[in-house]
Structure formats: structure tokens, C-alpha cells
């Protein structure tokens, strides 16, 4: 029994990214593949930011972050990470898996996405995610 003192800290995510609530009632579940991530830019507390651009991993089924310039599968936009998704537990481990939702329809705002995504991923997906 583990009966050490321990801090945890919350933060509030930041979904200012959405364009409006359409859409937000029906995120798709996805396991995502965390070492697509970088630490320092897209988890540095800790926890994946909402808003960030996933695809398939073909080989896989998992999920990573959207590139252009992948040829893994990741090259094509699937959606948008809909919310935080801690991958740094309490002790400091990264997870290597997680579970998460994406946004596979409705609106965003380009502009207050946490990293960019170019023309090409919006294309892939601008039959169901218009930009604001």
C-alpha cells in the first residue's frame, strides 16, 4: 500500500479551436499512438492538447498526429483530437497507448488550432469539418 503524499495538478482545456457546437455531440472513440507525439511540443504538461490533428496509422489502426509528409497513413487528416487526453501518469511514465475521442464533424477555427494543418489535410476532411 502506497501511503505517500502525492500532487496532482488539473488544467482546464482550452476548446477554443471549435467553430460552434455542432458536431461535438458525437466524437468518435480512438486509441492513439503516443510516440507520433513530440514531449516538448504537444504534451509538455502532460497531457495531449485538445484540437490536435490525428489520422490512421494503417499498419495499425492507431492514431497519430496528422503530417503531411508521412507515409504511414498519417499523411491523410481523419479529425481533430476533441478533448485532453492525459499520457504522463503521476510517477512521469508516457504511455505508449491511450484512449481518446475525435472530432469527425462540425466546425474549427484554423487559426486557434494548437499546431497548423495545411491545405492538403483540410482538404481531406472538408466534406465534414468546415473552417471558420
Known amino acids: 500500500?502506497?501511503?505517500?503524499?502525492?500532487?496532482?495538478?488539473?488544467?482546464?482545456?482550452?476548446?477554443?479551436?471549435?467553430?460552434?457546437?455542432?458536431?461535438?455531440?458525437?466524437?468518435?472513440?480512438?486509441?492513439?499512438?503516443?510516440?507520433?507525439?513530440?514531449?516538448?511540443?504537444?504534451?509538455?504538461?502532460?497531457?495531449l492538447k485538445s484540437g490536435l490533428p490525428v489520422a490512421e496509422i494503417t499498419a495499425s489502426g492507431l492514431y497519430g498526429l496528422y503530417a503531411g509528409d508521412a507515409i504511414d497513413g498519417r499523411e491523410t487528416l481523419a479529425g481533430f483530437l476533441f478533448t485532453g487526453v492525459e499520457v504522463?501518469?503521476?510517477?512521469?511514465?508516457?504511455?505508449?497507448k491511450v484512449g481518446?475521442?475525435?472530432?469527425?464533424?462540425?466546425?474549427?477555427?484554423?487559426?486557434?488550432l494548437p499546431v497548423p494543418v495545411d491545405a492538403d489535410g483540410m482538404a481531406d476532411v472538408a466534406s465534414r469539418i468546415y473552417t471558420v
Open 1 to 47: 500500500m502506497d501511503l505517500s503524499l502525492r500532487t496532482e495538478s488539473f488544467s482546464q482545456d482550452r476548446r477554443d479551436w471549435l467553430g460552434s457546437e455542432h458536431g461535438t455531440d458525437c466524437p468518435r472513440g480512438i486509441t492513439l499512438d503516443v510516440s507520433t507525439f513530440a514531449q516538448a511540443d504537444h504534451y509538455p504538461d502532460g497531457y
Open 88 to 96: 504522463v501518469d503521476h510517477r512521469g511514465r508516457v504511455s505508449a
Open 100 to 112: 481518446g475521442s475525435m472530432l469527425v464533424h462540425g466546425f474549427v477555427r484554423a487559426d486557434k
